[in-house]
C-alpha cells in the first residue's frame, strides 16, 4: 500500500529550453529547482511518477543533526534552518517543527557513543542534551519504564513526507518554475561532450545544465551515460496507525522500535536500520564496495526477494531514447512491505508504549532506500560531462537534509559561493581506491 501523499497539479508539457533541468520530483529535486528559482534562473523539472512518491513520502520525517555523521553535520544544521525559512518565505506547509527529538537506552555502549557524539557536536555548535535515567524516564514516561539514560537534541524536528515535496513543488510553481509530472527523463544529449539538453518522453528540453535527483533509479541512469555511480538499494519497511488519545512523544528512538507522530495525529513506527537487502545485477556489480557497509550494518540487515528486479530500477540493460523507458513502465516503485518485519514492528511499539494498543493499524508500505558504500550522499559535476550534476545516494538519511542539499546544488548549478563545503559529497570519491570512513548513521 502506498503512504498518504498530498497531490498537486501541473503541466503535461515541458518547456522547449531551460536554464536548469531538474529530473527527479523527490524532495532532493523539488528543493534544488526551488532554490534555482528563487534566483531568478528558468528551470523545469520532470518526473516520471508523482511528485513526491517515492522515497520522500515513505520516510518517517526526522530532520535531524543527532548522530549526522560528520560530513553531513554541516548540511543538517543549515537545512533546519531553510525548512523554517521555506515556510516563512513560501506559504506552504510542509509540516516542519521543531519538536525535538528523544532517544532512550538501556545499553551503555549506546549511550557512550551518544555521550562521544555529543562532544564533537559541541565543536560544531550543535546542543544535544544527555539524559539521566531520572531525566530520560520523566521525557519518556509515555513507556512507563526505566531507561538508564538517552538524548534529548531541542532543535531538531520533523516535516510531513506526505505534504513537503508537494509543498516545495507548488512554491517553485508559483515562482515560474515548471514542473511535469508523469514525465520520465530517458536520457542525455551532448554537444562538444557538455550538456545541451534532456530527452524525455515528452520531447527534448534544450538546456546546459541536468541535475539528476533520481533517488534509487540514479545508478541506472548513470550507466546509460557511461558514469560509474555505485549504489544499493535497500528496502525498509513501515506502517503507520490511528490517533491515541493521550499524546505520545513526538519523534521517539529506541533500539527496538521509533515511533513518530505525523501532522494528522497518526503515528509511524519502524524499527532503525531494519530492511531486506534485494539481490539483483546492479548489486552484484557494486558488492565488493559494499562489503564494509554490510559488515558494519550485517545485524540488522536482512536477505529479500525478487522485488529488487521487479522494481527494474536497478537494471544493467542499456536502453533506447525513442521508446518506453523502464521508468515509464514503473512511474513509482511501490515495493511490498516486508510483513514479518511489520508484524514485529507493531508488537514492539504497542510493548513500548501501552497506549498505542488503542490504535488501529492504518497503512504499511516499504521504500527503496539508495545507498551508496560509505553512507554519504554523491553531489556534484560529474567530471566527464560538463553541465551535469548528480545528486544522489543520500543513503536513509536525505529528507532531513533536503532544504540544504537542495541549496547546494543550485549553488554549484549557478556557480554561487556554496552553503556549505561541497567536497565531502564529490561523486568522484567513488573512483577513488578508499573513500573514506562507513558513515556510523
Ligand atoms: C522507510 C524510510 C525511512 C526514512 N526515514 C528518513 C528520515 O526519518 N529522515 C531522513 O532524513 N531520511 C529518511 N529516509 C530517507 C529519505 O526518504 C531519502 O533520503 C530522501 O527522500 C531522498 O530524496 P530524493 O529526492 O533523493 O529521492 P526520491 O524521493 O526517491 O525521489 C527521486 C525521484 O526521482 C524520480 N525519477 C527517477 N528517475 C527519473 C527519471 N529518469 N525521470 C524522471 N523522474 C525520475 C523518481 O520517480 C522519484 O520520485 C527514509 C527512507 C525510507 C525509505
Not at 503512504?3 to 501541473?10: F, K, R, W
Not at 559488515?295 to 518506453?324: F, V, Y
Amino acid at each position: 500500500m502506498s503512504p498518504p501523499l498530498h497531490h498537486i497539479n501541473t503541466s503535461p508539457t515541458p518547456p522547449a529550453s531551460a536554464d536548469v533541468v531538474v529530473i527527479g520530483g523527490g524532495i532532493i529535486g523539488v528543493f534544488t529547482a526551488y532554490y534555482l528559482a528563487k534566483r531568478g534562473v528558468s528551470v523545469a523539472l520532470v518526473e516520471k511518477g508523482r511528485i513526491g512518491a517515492e522515497q520522500s513520502s515513505r520516510n518517517w520525517g526526522w530532520c535531524r543533526q543527532q548522530n549526522r555523521d560528520a560530513r553531513e553535520l554541516p548540511m543538517a544544521s543549515k537545512s533546519l534552518d531553510l525548512w523554517e525559512r521555506f515556510a516563512a518565505e513560501s506559504g506552504e506547509d510542509t509540516g516542519f517543527h521543531r519538536c525535538g527529538l528523544l532517544y532512550l537506552s538501556n545499553d551503555e555502549a549506546e549511550l557512550s557513543r551518544w555521550s562521544s557524539w555529543r562532544d564533537f557536536a559541541k565543536t560544531a555548535g550543535v546542543t544535544t542534551y544527555m539524559l539521566n535515567s531520572r531525566q530520560a524516564a520523566q521525557r519518556g514516561q509515555a513507556t512507563g519504564r526505566a531507561w538508564k539514560g538517552g538524548v534529548f537534541s531541542p532543535s531538531d524536528g520533523t516535516a510531513d513526507p506526505a505534504k513537503a515535496a508537494p509543498a516545495v513543488a507548488a512554491a517553485l510553481i508559483k515562482l515560474g518554475g515548471s514542473v511535469h509530472q508523469n514525465c520520465a527523463a530517458r536520457g542525455i544529449e551532448t554537444e562538444g561532450g557538455r550538456v545541451s539538453g534532456v530527452i524525455t518522453e515528452a520531447g527534448v528540453i534544450k538546456t546546459k545544465t541536468a541535475v539528476l535527483a533520481g533517488g534509487a533509479w540514479a545508478s541506472s541512469f548513470c550507466r546509460q551515460l557511461g558514469i560509474r555511480f555505485p549504489q544499493a538499494s535497500i528496502r525498509q519497511s513501515i506502517l503507520s496507525v490511528s490517533p491515541v488519545e493521550h499524546r505520545l512523544p513526538d519523534a521517539l528512538f529506541t533500539a527496538g522500535v521509533s515511533v513518530t507522530r505525523r501532522n494528522d495525529g497518526r503515528y509511524a513506527l519502524a524499527i532503525s536500520g531494519r530492511a531486506r537487502v534485494d539481490v539483483t545485477p546492479q548489486f552484484m556489480r557494486f558488492a565488493p564496495q559494499f562489503v564494509p557497509m554490510f559488515a558494519k550494518r550485517w545485524r540488522s540487515l536482512l536477505p529479500g526477494g525478487l522485488q529488487g528486479i521487479r522494481g527494474g530500477h536497478e537494471t544493467l540493460k542499456r536502453w533506447r531514447l525513442d521508446a518506453p523507458t523502464p521508468m515509464e513502465r514503473v512511474r513509482i516503485l511501490d515495493p511490498k512491505p516486508d510483513l514479518p518485519t511489520i508484524r514485529q514492528t507493531h508488537r514492539r511499539a504497542v510493548e513500548l508504549l501501552p497506549e498505542l494498543r488503542e490504535a488501529r493499524i492504518t497503512d504499511a508500505w516499504a521504500g527503496f532506500v539508495d545507498s551508496t558504500p560509505d553512507g554519504v550522499p554523491g553531489i556534484g559535476e560529474v567530471p566527464s560531462i560538463p553541465g551535469f550534476i548528480l545528486a544522489a545516494g543520500f543513503s536513509g538519511h536525505g529528507f532531513g537534509i533536503g532544504p540544504g542539499a537542495g541549496h547546494l546544488i543550485a549553488d554549484l548549478a549557478t556557480g554561487a559561493e556554496p552553503i556549505v563545503d561541497p567536497a565531502p559529497y564529490r561523486p568522484e570519491r567513488f573512483s577513488d581506491s578508499a573513500w573514506g570512513k562507513v558513515a556510523d548513521f
